[in-house]
């Protein structure tokens, strides 16, 4: 059958381009009938204003409005590159986002296989309920809560001191105790949350399969590997092609609970440093020129693990 | 019938056993881990102000009990116009938002479409490019979403990457069905409407979760575009009582006082979050019925 | 019953409006909206005006005296008024039972009826949870008693609390501007002289003779001089009015020590020297105390803002004035190592609260409150005064800034304003009726204003003693009402009153605890006026200049909390604040100086 496809293709290929595009049409009118609404949604919503993209470019002034604002150039651009602090902010943005997709990426896939393996129906339930709970939990009460956990005589600082044979004041006093805290943290309140899509996943997978393997003799772990993986794949894939263009994204809220002068050698992040330097002045234009600038990376990055993930594994955004 | 089937195939082979309990020992671990900081803020929204604002380390009880961070968050009737108001935008939006990622959805995910890759490149795109607040706010105030309730359901009609969720979860639907499906002679709609969304019930129902609770909790949108208080969701008043509760900080003068109220300012935060998301927990357990495993394909087959 | 009052009154004072209007040889705005009352007045006082128009207003106000003083007297030490009473004096612009303070004005007379029907736009952020009480500002009772007194309808336009900056910046961006803005100038970037610059705002210096009870302020406060210099820019423009100040409360931070702590360790004096805090503090740790010393910090200096211990060293958190007049950063002065080794070594000890660096204000109250927590705080006293006295029934003794030496003079980084920064007030380039605008906010500088903002509406809230003050008694409703018991004393703050409006303010004569406990305004006062004084004074940069050093300040900022902090805790050692001082230099702190200095030298030539 893929061969024959294939001809098909090869042929529509030699056929010129409006002919192809009236077939198309003519085949596929109700696809693209039902997403005209949705292109329009789009050109209106996000189109429309993106000319806004350019006050990266202008001393922007809301009282003068977009036209009459000054063009500054790249004077935003060099502000932000030429900060001697840029290469730490760089770096500690891509190590938080590095560390949380290394070990906050897999946890919600692991926490969806093993609740997939219960079979007491109410525990499972409630373990459900509960992991999903913490996502909820307003930032400031999280972090608030962290505190009490690392400070001096908190459960965790107790567990590190007695791997560590020292004594410490608050973890959140130490540079290098930061990317952990803020990791952990984070895979914490959504841990939960996040298995959430894969269990939805896994809901469609063909029960057959697992009977199959049964009879093939297939342990739990055989069939977790060869059965529930495979088919959550493609969610998998396509979270991770996400997450991967968000490397150099971060957000200021939780940072600016958890961190402090001591930290800021490992914890200042590029979304700190513009929320210090000023959002709160209504600094348009020179967080739209940061803003700009890691949009282009992440872009990049997206369309690259978007390629990976193409040859890899057949699944893809676009 | 089939989860008995898988039931009885389960042998108690040591082996089994072994991950058995490591399974339910890491679950449990891990469900006390996650229950702490629920328990955490209700016992904080019970507490005696004056007791909780002298109290450091965690909390394993109520210290004292009292209802008068509730008294106070509950003080006006503008947290039930905001129950009513924070209803009707979650209904309606959640209701535009399925139907508009569906459509959507439904197009990127057929195979064989030539502007297929086009259409997807203009989607992503706008999840990394934006134009910023205030040509987003102009563009709203032209196109009079400003004061009406277009206002909280338009804007966000669609979340980019919860279409792109639903498109995988109906690319996953099995090819041959739909095969079979036109050869029966049904129509593209029919396809949609009898094949794939029964089988795409529990992505679906995650989406619709997801949409559920953006709605729910969602304020900078009606901070923005609405000026009536009659209007405003639940949210924002929360956030009123949250942040005047706080905010009383940031002026110098007549400390004095200040300090009485910061206990308050404390017991009154832990109840806010408890009436702001008591309900919107209470959601997920029928989410919950839908991820079943199998319950659609099998029944479909059958 | 209100509008009589009013009338009687104006056909006295319409004379002096009517005189003054002449020898100003302006023809008076009023006409659209004079009254029947009016007419008559005017008539009335043209006839005095034919003799000598200079005579004519004292002869007019002469006329009056009588039956004001007449209500002085009904008013003035009444403990118990009667419903006529409290409904005469909330609805009359007569002050003459008020005595005269600070040399605030009674200058009535834009309240004619000349304004009846004129509604103002205002833009004012909410302070102390006052939207949160009255989402319709208008409603508040202090507004509308205004609204009444002046003829002014006012609609106020109030962002959501927390995101003033956001909802700023998209009104202006939609291009409707109100009447008035308030409190606006951090929210919108570079500040006052770039509103001017954008056109959003417009100068004031050409309008001052509608600001007759502000500008009679300025030119009689006690303070005048200051006043006057703090009041206008560089270059001598108004670009907005603000909270003046008829006392100055001082230095608001320093340290407290709990008078139980001094019995404990048998200390009779407060300590004075460096080396004196150090055995005070240690005798206070072998005494119990967990964490002998409290303070919030983040960057290194005691507390925020604040340069407790380490101005003993000449050293500051931030810019000051040296001893030669000139601007100088003051976290890389020489002192530095010494401030630095005395702090890190009383961490190491124990001494200094060892979660400083993280601890949120609610660690800190923890500490405060808890009887083995903290011996000595540095923080406002009557926060202290409050928390301790709550907890354990004990007070706090104020102890002056550290010195190095016995009888050195203590230092502090503050400047005292008498002009409010960040409460201007200003009227935009859309205004439709500056005269009506500047009138409404003329009248907090008026004795009137002064006592309603201030103090509430007469009779529920505040009284009036034989002198002429106003004060709250026992039974006001600022101390008995319900929901401000209810509340722990939050709605106190703006429940009833508007403390916080543009006008003339002190804590000490119109706050409901600050009047009560006025011994506490005096420490505030030792602490200041017995110090050196290096704060900078509120100088102005031009947008330019604000624009070159917004990276810099930013940076510096960043470099100091960080080594700072880590010496202190100790993970540095001493020695790196040369580093520091390398740091910071390349990082351009020879030119944010620069910068200031010239702002400075405009200053003093103002």
Known sequence: ??????????????????????????????????????????????????????????DFKPLLGFARSKWVGLKNFVDFFSNPYLFRLVKNTLMLNLWSLVLGFPAPIILALLMNEVRNAAFKRTVQTITYMPHF??????????????????????????????????????????????????????????????????????????????????????????????????????????????????????????????????????????????????????????????????????YISNKVSKKLTETSLF | MRGQNIRRVGRWTPSNIIFCIINYAVLGFLTLLCLYPILYIIFASFSDPERLIAHEGLLFKSLGFTLRGYAITFKDSSILIGYRNTLIYVVLGTALNMIMTIMGAFTLSRSGLMFKKVLMMVIIVTMFFGGGLIPWY??????????????????????????????TGFQSVPRDLEEAAIIDGGSQFTILKEVILPLSKPVLAVILLYYLVGHWNSWFNAMVLLDKREMYPLQLFLREILVSNSSSQTAVVESAELSEVEAYRELVKYCVIVVATAPILCIYPFIQKYFVRGVFVGSLKG | MMKKQRKQWLAGTAAAILAASLLGGCGGSGGNSTTAATTAATTAAATTAAATTAAAGTAASEETQAAESDLAARIRGNTNPSAEEIALVNTTL??????????????????????????????????YGTADIYPDLSQHPVFKQVSELTGIKLNFITPTVGEEAT??????????????????????????????????????????????????????????????????????????????????????????????????????????????????LTDCKNAGYSAPLTFACSDGFISNGFSCFASAYGVYSGLFVDDNNKIAYGPIQEGLEGYLETMSQWYKEGL?????????????????????????????????????????????????????????????????????????????????????????????????????????????????????????????????DEEIVQNGGNYSLSKYRLHWFTGAYWEVDSSPTGTKNPQLYEILGDWT????????????????????????????????SEYLMKIIMGQLPVSAAEEYRQTVKEMGVDQYVAVYQAAYDRFLTR
């Not at chain 1, 010129?16 to 789009?42: E, G, H, Q, S």
């Not at chain 3, 204003?449 to 002198?467: K, P, R």
Request: aromatic share 12%; hydrophobic share 40%; proline share 4%.
């Open chain 1, 1 to 58: 059958m893929s061969k024959k496809k294939k001809q098909t293709v090869l042929l529509e290929y030699q056929q010129p381009f409006w002919t192809r595009v009236k077939k198309d049409l003519r085949r596929n009118w109700f696809a693209y009938f039902v997403f005209i609404p949705v292109l329009i949604w789009y050109i209106v919503f996000h189109y429309l204003p993106m000319y806004g993209v350019l006050i990266a470019f202008k």
């Open chain 3, 352 to 480: 200094i609260d060892q979660d400083f660096a993280t601890g949120d204000s609610t660690h800190r109250t923890s500490l405060i409150t808890s009887a083995d927590g903290s011996a000595v705080i540095h923080n406002s006293p009557s926060t202290i005064a409050k928390a301790v006295k709550g907890e354990i029934g004990k007070d706090v003794i104020a102890a002056p800034y550290p010195v190095l030496n016995k009888g050195d003079q203590t230092a502090v980084d503050y400047y005292p304003n008498w002009v409010s920064t960040g409460t201007y007030t200003s009227i935009t380039t859309q205004c439709d009726n500056i005269e009506a605008a500047l009138a409404f906010l003329d009248f907090g500088y008026s004795k009137k204003g002064w006592e309603l903002y201030g103090l509430g509406s007469y009779g529920d809230i505040h009284l009036i003693d034989e002198n002429g003050k106003p004060y709250y008694p026992d039974d006001s409703l600022v101390y008995t």
């Open chain 1, 137 to 302: 939990v307003s930032l400031v009460v999280a972090c608030g809560i962290i505190r009490l956990f690392v400070a001096s005589g908190g459960p965790i600082n107790q567990i590190v001191n007695f791997f560590t044979g020292t004594e410490h004041s608050s973890l959140l006093n130490y540079a290098s105790m930061y990317r952990p805290i803020y990791v952990l943290s984070g895979i914490w309140q959504g841990i939960g949350w996040g298995s959430i899509i894969y269990l939805s996943a896994m809901a469609s997978v063909d029960p057959q399969l697992y009977e199959a393997a049964e009879i093939d003799g297939g342990g739990r772990l055989v069939k977790m590997w060869h059965i529930t993986i495979p088919s959550i794949l493609p969610t998998i894939m396509i979270l991770l092609i996400r997450d991967l263009g968000g490397l150099l994204s971060s957000g200021y809220q939780k940072a600016i609970l958890l961190y402090n002068s001591m930290t800021y050698e490992t914890a200042d992040t590029i979304a700190t440093y513009v929320y210090r330097r000023g959002l709160q002045q209504g600094n348009y234009s020179f967080s739209a020129a940061v803003g700009l600038s890691s949009a282009v990376i992440n872009f990049v990055l997206l």
């Open chain 2, 138 to 167: 102009l563009l709203m105030r032209q196109l009079k979403l400003y004061n009406n309730i277009w206002a909280m359901i338009l804007p966000g009609a669609i979340g980019t990457w919860d279409m792109i969720i639903l498109r």
């Open chain 3, 94 to 127: 007569d002050d003459s039972y008020l005595g005269d303070f600070y040399g605030l004005g009674s200058d009535y007379s834009a309240y004619d009826g000349r304004f009846d029907g004129v509604t103002l736009d205002i833009w004012m952020p909410s302070l």
């Open chain 3, 529 to 560: 006026w017995d110090s050196k004084r290096v704060g900078l004074p509120p100088v102005s940069l031009t947008p330019e200049e604000s624009a070159s050093i917004v990276d810099i300040s930013n940076n510096i900022k960043t470099a100091k």
């Open chain 3, 167 to 280: 909802e700023f910046n998209l009104m202006i961006s939609g291009g409707e501007l109100p009447d008035i803005i308030m409190r606006y100038n951090t929210y919108y970037t570079g500040g006052l002289p770039a509103a001017y610059e954008d056109g959003l705002i417009i100068d004031l210096a050409e309008y001052e003779q509608y600001l007759p009870n502000y500008m009679k302020f300025l030119n009689d406060s006690a303070n005048s001089e200051a006043m006057k210099v703090e009041s206008v820019n560089d270059e001598h423009q108004r670009l907005a009015i603000s909270v003046l100040n008829t006392g100055v409360a001082g230095v608001p931070y320093g340290l407290c020590i709990r008078e139980e702590a001094m019995e404990r360790t048998g200390w009779t004096e407060v300590p004075e020297t460096i080396d004196e805090w150090h055995d005070f």
